[in-house]
Each structure stands twice: as C-alpha cells, then as structure tokens.
C-alpha cells in the first residue's frame, strides 16, 4: 500500500513539476511586461497591456481547447496503447488550429475594433491597444500550434516538452520585451513584437522536438482516418463544449477587465497587477490540473479505476497544499510583491486596498483548476460546460449587479471569488455521474 502510494505520487510530480515551471513561467512573462510598462510613469501603457492582453486572452483561452481536448482524448488513447488514434489527434488538432489561425488573421479588424469596443477604456489606452492587437495577432498560427504540441505531449505523457517551449517562449519574450523597450525606446508596441518573434521561433523548435522523438507518430498519420466522421464528431463534440465552457470563463475575466476600465484607469492599473498574483497562483496550481489530465486520461483508457481515484485524491492533496502555500505568501508578502510591479504610488494605494482578496482566493479557486483537469481527462466536456454557465450566469453577474452599488470594486473580487467557489461545489457534485470508468 505505502509503496502503491509512493508510485502514484512519483508519477504525479513527474509530471507535475514540469507543468509547474513551465506554467509558472507564463505569468512572469506577464510580470515582467506589467513591470515594465508599470515603471514607465504614464498608467496608460499598463491600461494597454491590459486591454490588449485581454483580448488575446479572450481569443487564445477560448481556443484553450486545442491544448486540452487534444491532451485528454490522446491520453486515453494513449492507456489504450492506440498508437494509430495518438497519431490522427495530433493530426486533426494541428489542421485545425492552422484554420483558425487563418480566419483569426483574416478577420483582424472586426475582431479587434468589436472586442475592444467591448472593453471600453480611455481614447489614448484604446490607441495604444489597438496598436498592440494588430501587431501581435500575426503570431496567431505559431501561438495556437503551440497549443496543439503541449496537449499532445502532455497525453503522451511528456510533461518535459512542453517545460522546454514554455520556458523557452516566456524567455526569448522577455529577451526581445527588454531589448524593444530599453534599448529601441518602444513601449506597448515592443511587447508585441517580442511576443510574436518569440512565438515563431519556439513554434519551430517544438515542431523540432515532435519531428526528433515521435518520427513514427507523424509518418503513421492517416489523412482517410483523420477525416473519418466518427473521428471528427468525437473530436468536435469534446472540443465544441470546452471551447464553451472556456468561452464563459474569458467572458468573466474581460468583463471584469472591463468594469476595471470604466472606473478609471488608475483602477484599471491596480487591478492589472492583481490580475498578475491571481495568474501564479492558477499557473502553478495547474500543474498538478495538468498532470490530472494526463493520469485521468491514461486510466479511463485503461479502464484502471483503482488507480484513477487515487491520482484524483493525491492531485487534489497536493493541489491544495500549494494553495495554502500561496495564501501564506500574499498574505504575508503580499505588500512587498505589490511594490514589484511599479513604483506609482496612487496604483501602490488603490491595489493594497483589494489586496485581501488575493490572501482568500488561493482556498477559494485552487479545487476548480484540479476538477477541471479530472474532467478534461475524463473526456467530460458536457458537465464542464455546464458548470461554467451555472458559475458564470447564476452567481457572477448577478451577484456583481446587486453588489456594485454598495461596494464598488470589492464587490467585483467579492463575486470572483464566489464564481471560483461555485465552480467547485458544481463539478464536486456533477462527479459521482461522470468521473467513474
């Protein structure tokens, strides 16, 4: 028994701590543009980053699904040792985050004047975004095969892949961010061109490493097989509902950008760098969400119920025990980590004062990201979507509504927090239905 729980626990921070640096990683390169564009003095340049940011949030985590449907529906055929069906999903989700490429780059113009129109912000914040979306979405087709190539690792049970391109991609950004900014005297528009040369070259690289390790995978795709209609309906199905479910995730976040904007920009500033504590924390947590997928999807395609529930309870345990951990930091730190991201002392003020929902979010989110990597590995788009819309309809807009005009800003991190909550207690109870072999 104590050595069954010490191989499960090995195989969960194998791929786990990989997960956790490489996604740890994103938010810094977050940081650091947030700290750079922080310490200019104007909070328009922050506004920007935030808008703009924003709208690639929307876009890239509503196509979160290429990631994620491709790392569940390849794990489990990766427990079903389906080498040719491994293959085809690499197949199927390249061409497809190639075709959205297409139209997003296609359709640029109405895509970023509509999303930013929604986001509303200052005339000068508007420009300097728009400016920074128009640049940055010609890295539409490295960003979303990038996509495709960490959920295929991940199914196959390679965490280390993904680590490289992460850390890699925030690297070469952070490189080009500091050389844009310090040495050509660009601003918001340096950040967007480091992103895209960033982007394209890490795309290159991994497209190396799938080339190098996996030859076989990709000699054995089958174009009749990739286009069986069997195939696609599964693969759009799962893919229709996480795109769903994550479509209302985005829709939270850019509403609560946008809130953040029509009350100013100092406001807009301050919560930007909140934003930042909140994206660690959900970054490393994630990692061990990711390694739920991975091990979930392994042993739903295995049919090893044994094993599945106990990844799902040492997941859930080591989950939580680094949300404590994060709640220790911000709590205790949290003062000086604000201190970090600039040196405007009104942003510093207005930001301490929402502070104390960072030190209560780490317990109050952390079980959301672990159910939502159990449900991806499961395949279990349907309940996941539905979670979300009962989170994001049933509790987030209409508890800001009736909370606004009596606490303004706190009541927007009030109802963040209870969306996170909402979204566990759903998944906790929709699991006794759909998390089972």
């Known amino acids: 028994?104590?050595?069954?729980?010490?191989?499960?626990?090995?195989?969960?921070?194998?791929?786990?701590?990989?997960?956790?640096?490489?996604?740890?990683?994103?938010?810094?390169?977050?940081?650091?543009?947030?700290?750079?564009?922080?310490?200019?003095?104007?909070?328009?340049?922050?506004?920007?980053?935030?808008?703009?940011?924003?709208?690639?949030?929307?876009?890239?985590?509503?196509?979160?699904?290429?990631?994620?449907?491709?790392?569940?529906?390849?794990?489990?055929?990766?427990?079903?040792?389906?080498?040719?069906?491994?293959?085809?999903?690499?197949?199927?989700?390249?061409?497809?985050?190639?075709?959205?490429?297409?139209?997003?780059?296609?359709?640029?113009?109405?895509?970023?004047?509509?999303?930013?129109?929604?986001?509303?912000?200052?005339?000068?914040?508007?420009?300097?975004?728009?400016?920074?979306?128009?640049?940055?979405?010609?890295?539409?087709?490295?960003?979303?095969?990038?996509?495709?190539?960490?959920?295929?690792?991940?199914?196959?049970?390679?965490?280390?892949?993904?680590?490289?391109?992460?850390?890699?991609?925030?690297?070469?950004?952070?490189?080009?961010?500091?050389?844009?900014?310090?040495?050509?005297?660009?601003?918001?528009?340096?950040?967007?061109?480091?992103?895209?040369?960033a982007q394209y070259i890490t795309f290159v690289s991994g497209m190396l490493l799938c080339f190098y390790s996996y030859k076989d995978y990709v000699k054995s795709i089958s174009k009749k097989l990739m286009f069986k209609i069997s195939s696609l309906k599964r693969f759009f199905n799962l893919n229709r509902d996480i795109f769903l479910r994550t479509l209302c995730l985005v829709l939270v976040f850019n509403y609560f950008i946008a809130q953040s904007a029509q009350a100013g920009d100092l406001v807009l500033a301050a919560n930007q760098i909140l934003l930042q504590f909140l994206a660690i924390l959900s970054y490393a947590v994630d990692g061990f969400a990711y390694a739920t997928e991975s091990l979930t999807g392994k042993f739903y395609g295995a049919k090893d119920n044994s094993n599945l529930q106990k990844s799902i309870k040492y997941c859930f345990i080591w989950g939580m025990s680094f949300a404590v951990l994060f709640m220790l930091v911000y709590g205790f730190q949290g003062e000086n980590l604000l201190a970090v991201f600039t040196d405007n002392q009104e942003i510093l003020e207005l930001a301490s004062t929402y502070l104390i929902w960072m030190v209560i979010m780490p317990i109050a989110s952390s079980g959301a990201y672990i159910w939502d990597g159990i449900y991806i590995g499961a395949l279990a788009g349907k309940p996941m979507r539905n979670s979300m819309i009962i989170a994001t309809f049933l509790v987030f807009l209409p508890l800001y509504l009736l909370l606004k005009p009596y606490y303004g800003i706190h009541a927007l991190w009030l109802s963040m927090m209870a969306f996170m909550i909402g979204r566990t207690i759903t998944l906790w109870y929709l699991s006794g239905k759909y998390i089972k072999v």
Not at 48 to 54: K, T, V
Not at 90 to 98: E, I, N, Y
Not at 155 to 165: E, F, S, T, V
Not at 169 to 189: A, P, Q, R
């Open 1 to 197: 028994m104590i050595e069954q729980s010490k191989n499960m626990n090995r195989q969960i921070l194998d791929l786990a701590i990989p997960n956790i640096i490489s996604n740890v990683s994103i938010p810094l390169l977050s940081v650091v543009d947030t700290v750079l564009m922080g310490n200019i003095g104007d909070p328009v340049y922050l506004g920007a980053i935030a808008l703009g940011s924003a709208i690639f949030n929307m876009l890239y985590w509503g196509l979160g699904f290429l990631r994620m449907g491709t790392t569940g529906m390849t794990a489990q055929a990766f427990g079903r040792s389906d080498k040719l069906e491994m293959s085809n999903l690499l197949g199927q989700s390249f061409l497809l985050a190639m075709f959205i490429s297409a139209v997003l780059i296609l359709f640029q113009i109405p895509i970023g004047l509509g999303t930013l129109y929604l986001l509303n912000g200052s005339a000068e914040v508007q420009f300097l975004a728009r400016e920074y979306f128009m640049i940055r979405i010609w890295a539409a087709p490295a960003a979303l095969g990038l996509l495709v190539l960490n959920g295929w690792f991940l199914g196959m049970q390679n965490a280390r892949y993904p680590l490289i391109l992460t850390i890699l991609v925030n690297l070469l950004n952070i490189v080009f961010n500091l050389y844009f900014i310090k040495y050509m005297g660009m601003t918001s528009d340096g950040i967007a061109w480091g992103t895209v040369l």
